[in-house]
C-alpha cells in the first residue's frame, strides 16, 4: 500500500504562525509518545485507526530523547513556561535511568518496567540487540544494550543544552550526575562500548572528533573533573579533527545518519572551546561537513549552522520555509514511490535534492538522504515530530522563526 503525492511544491510564503502547530505537536507527542518517558513511535491498529496496537523504535530511543530534551531546553529559554521547565526535569529523569539501570554506566538504548504493558513488542523487536534485567528503586525493569556511538552523541547534545539553557540547581546537578556517570563508564573501557557480558557494540577509537565532543560537555558541567582530560585529549587530537569528516564527506549520500552526528558533535564541540586556535581547527573541520550539506534542505543543519556561524538572511529564509513545508508531511509512514516521477542518480536516489513535504517520512527527516526516491511503510507508524520541534525552537531562540 502506498500514498502518491504530487512531486512539486507550491512556493511556500515564509509562516510566520508556526506556533500552533508546533503546540499542537507538542501535545500528541506527550499524549502518545512517551510510554515510560523516553521516545518511542505508536503503531496503531490500522492506517486509519486512532487506537495504539503497540509501539516501535525502541533501538534509537535514547537519541530522540536527547533531541527532544534539547527542543524543550529551547523552549524555557525562550518562553519560561513552566510546563517546559517540567518537561526538561523528566527528560532528564528519563536519560538518568538509561544510565543508572545498566548498573555499570552504561548508556541503556532504551529501558521500561517489566510489568509494562506496551513493553514486551519493544523487547521483541530489539532482542537481537540483547535484552537484560535489572532493579532500579525497588522496581524491575527490563533494558536494551549493543549501544551505538549515535545514541552517546543524542543524549550528551541534548544534556549540553539543557545544562546551557535551565538555570536550576537540582536539574543541572542530575545532568552533572548522568554525564560523570557514562562519561566515566567510556573512559573506564578505552571508549569502547561493552555490554554486561563482555561483548563490544562499539568504539570510538577512530572518532577524535566525537570524543572531543563527549568530553568537551564533560568539561562543560563538570569542569574540575573532565577539564584536564579535555585538555589531553585535545592537544594531539584536534589536529586531526577533521580526518574522519574529510572521509565520510567524500560520499554524501550512504549512511546519511552520519552527518547528524557530525553536526551534534561539532555543535558541543565549537561553541564551548576556550582556545581560538583549537575553535579554527574545529571550524575548520565543520566546514568540511557544511560545504557537502548545505544544498541538502536541511532545518536542523541550518538551525546548528546558525548556532555556530551566525546570521545569514539567504539561510534563515530558507529555514523558515522548510519547516512550512515540513507541516504539509503526513505523520504517519506513508510509502512514498517518486522513482517514475524523478530522474535518478543511483540506487534510489534522485538527481536533487527533493522538497522536504515529498520526502520518505522517517523518525527523525534531518538524518535522512534528502535524494531518497522510495520508502516508508504503510501508515501504521506516527513519527514523534522532534524533527519539527527541534529546529523550530532553536529557530526562535535564534531569532530566526518570529513568534
Known amino acids: 500500500m502506498f500514498r502518491r503525492f504530487p ?10 504562525s508556526l506556533g500552533v502547530p508546533a503546540r499542537r505537536l507538542h501535545d500528541e507527542l506527550e499524549l502518545r509518545h512517551r510510554p515510560h518517558g523516553t521516545l518511542l513511535d505508536p503503531i496503531f491498529e490500522s492506517p486509519k485507526s486512532p487506537r495504539i496496537d503497540r509501539y516501535t523504535r525502541g533501538g534509537d530511543s535514547a537519541i530522540w530523547t536527547g533531541h527532544y530534551l534539547a527542543a524543550e531546553a529551547y523552549r524555557w529559554a525562550v518562553t519560561g513556561s513552566f510546563d517546559a521547565l517540567a518537561n526538561v526535569r523528566s527528560l532528564v529523569g528519563a536519560l538518568d535511568t538509561l544510565v543508572k539501570v545498566t548498573g555499570t554506566g552504561l548508556l541503556a538504548r532504551v529501558a521500561f518496567p517489566a510489568d509494562s504493558p506496551w513493553g514486551a513488542p519493544v523487547l521483541e523487536e530489539e532482542q537481537h540487540h540483547g535484552s537484560h534485567q535489572a532493579e532500579l528503586s525497588g522496581r524491575r525493569f527490563v533494558w536494551i544494550g549493543n549501544t551505538s556511538r549515535d545514541q552517546y552523541l543524542g543524549v550528551f547534545f541534548g544534556l549540553s543544552v539543557a545544562f546551557e539553557h535551565v538555570v536550576d540547581v537540582e536539574i543541572r546537578d542530575q545532568i552533572r550526575a548522568v554525564v560523570t556517570r557514562a562519561l566515566e563508564f567510556l573512559l573506564d573501557q578505552n571508549w569502547a562500548v561493552r555490554d554486561p557480558d563482555g561483548s563490544t557494540s562499539t568504539v570510538f577509537w577512530q572518532r577524535v572528533d566525537q570524543r572531543l565532543a563527549l568530553l568537551q560537555v564533560g568539561r562543560q558541567v563538570n569542569d574540575e573533573r573532565f577539564s584536564r582530560t579535555y585538555r589531553d585529549e585535545r592537544f594531539l587530537g584536534s589536529l586531526s579533527i577533521g580526518v ?136 501504521f507508524i506516527e513519527t514523534a515530530g522532534v524533527d519539527f520541534l527541534l529546529p523550530y525552537w532553536m529557530g526562535r531562540f535564534y531569532g530566526v522563526v518570529q513568534a
Open 7 to 16: 512531486l512539486r511544491s507550491r512556493t511556500v510564503r515564509p509562516d510566520l
Open 244 to 379: 574522519p569528516i574529510a572521509a565520510e564527506v567524500v560520499d554524501a549520500h550512504s549512511s546519511y545518519f552520519k552527518f547528524n552526528l557530525v553536526a551534534l558533535g561539532m555543535f558541543c564541540l565549537i561553541r564551548s572551546e576556550l582556545s581560538d586556535t583549537h575553535r579554527r581547527r574545529y571550524l575548520d573541520a565543520y566546514r568540511l561537513f557544511r560545504r557537502t550539506t548545505d544544498d541538502h534542505g536541511n532545518a536542523h543543519f541550518n538551525l546548528i549552522d546558525r548556532a555556530i556561524e551566525g546570521p545569514d538572511a539567504r539561510r534563515d529564509a530558507e529555514t523558515r520555509d522548510l519547516l512550512a513545508q515540513w507541516l504539509r508531511r503526513p505523520r504517519r509512514d506513508w510509502f512514498v514511490d517518486l522513482r517514475n516521477e524523478l530522474p535518478a542518480c543511483g540506487d534510489n536516489r534522485a538527481c536533487s535534492q527533493i522538497p522536504v513535504d515529498r520526502r520518505v517520512n522517517t523518525d527523525f527527516l534531518w538524518q535522512r538522504s534528502p535524494f531518497q526516491l522510495s520508502g516508508g511503510g504503510g501508515g
